[in-house]
């Protein structure tokens, strides 16, 4: 049974850092694009990275460009996302998804992720 479980949210400053992780289960990692996506209370939810399936081509929102930087490690069947320079509108539940992709295909921020996390808290705030 595929599963994405994420961790690494919790409470920081604004202009801190924190680095989310999203552990897969069931299922080889290498074979999935992954994204992250965020839900801020009253919001829509956000894609906010993606990642191919080598690593080797990525997406950001311009919200976060320049600020997060998105990697994966298919030997550890994980992806990070490490988060700088946050602000009070990082705040949000972020989630991380999975979809089958071709081998160099590129990653978009679409509605078409199919398999999701049960998702971290990250609060930025002082």
């Known amino acids: 049974q595929l599963q994405l479980v994420e961790s690494g949210g919790g409470l920081v400053q604004p202009g801190g850092s924190l680095k989310l992780s999203c552990a897969a289960s069931?299922?080889?990692?290498?074979?999935?694009?992954i994204a992250w996506f965020r839900q801020a209370p009253g919001k829509e939810r956000e894609g906010v990275s993606c990642i191919s399936r080598l690593g080797g081509r990525t997406n950001y929102a311009e919200s976060v460009k320049g600020r997060f930087t998105i990697s994966r490690d298919n030997g550890k069947n994980t992806v990070y996302l490490q988060m700088n320079s946050l602000k009070s509108e990082d705040t949000a539940v972020y989630y991380c998804?999975?979809?089958?992709?071709?081998?160099?295909?590129?990653?978009?921020?679409?509605?078409?992720?199919?398999?999701w996390g049960q998702g971290t808290q990250v609060t930025v705030s002082s």
């Open positions: 998804a999975a979809k089958p992709a071709a081998l160099f295909e590129l990653c978009v921020l679409s509605d078409d992720f199919a398999s």
């Open positions: 069931g299922f080889t990692l290498g074979s999935y694009a």
